[in-house]
């Protein structure tokens, strides 16, 4: 092994440190905030699920609310990423829609998000700055979302505009499913499923 190649191991050995820290500590968060919810979810916990103290948190995530927006992003992008390897597959538009129907239709089955997406969202209404934050980090995910299902799902809906229609669709099946679970009697897995359904053929003007 030569020297440079030593010097770079050495440069590059404190930011993998850095990434294995921060990868074990978002995945002890994604158990820790499912189980208790974010507001109740502790920074010490999640630190010492992820084999670390309290001082490694912070020299990583400035707050609670970063570490979970940074999951949240982790989250989204693998799903766009799910979701870009099934649409690219297919070769028609109707083929697309319908792909993209399912795929909306199957977050219901993600309950324990839905309802900790819902809780965040109370806390940062409750928070401006947190608020501010957490904004900037749903435009920028519904962005990317939006372009990529623009370029290969048109959609023609003049009255609604993009981001309306994903904001709307997104909000829709987050009160649904956390409405289903207050009241599974009411509201039961097959009939969350096809009202979903019909919301998105209505909002999308396809049905």
């Not at 002890?28 to 507001?39: K, N, P, S, T, Y």
């Not at 009241?183 to 096809?194: I, M």
């Amino acid at each position: 092994m030569g020297t440079a190649t030593i010097a770079r191991d050495r440069v590059r050995a404190p930011q993998v440190r850095t990434e294995v820290t921060r990868s074990r500590l978002i995945a002890a968060a994604g158990r820790i905030f499912v189980r208790d919810g974010f507001v109740a979810a502790s920074i010490e916990e999640i630190a010492t699920r992820a084999g670390y103290t309290r001082g490694a948190f912070y020299a990583n995530f400035e707050s609670k609310e970063a570490l979970f927006l940074t999951l949240l992003e982790q989250r989204f992008h693998a799903r766009l990423a799910e979701l870009r390897g099934l649409l690219l597959k297919l070769e028609t538009e109707p083929e697309r829609l319908r792909a993209l129907r399912e795929h909306y239709i199957n977050r219901s089955a993600d309950r324990s998000w839905a309802l900790l997406m819902l809780e965040f969202k109370l806390f940062a209404i409750r928070n401006p700055e947190a608020r501010r934050k957490a904004i900037g980090a749903y435009r920028q995910m519904r962005r990317l979302y939006r372009d990529f299902i623009g370029d290969l799902v048109p959609i023609h809906t003049p009255q609604l505009s993009s981001g309306v229609i994903g904001a709307s669709l997104s909000a829709l099946a987050n009160g649904l499913v956390v409405e289903s679970m207050f009241d599974s009697a009411c509201l039961a897995g097959a009939d969350l499923r096809q009202v979903l359904g019909v919301l998105f053929d209505r909002i999308l003007a396809q049905g």
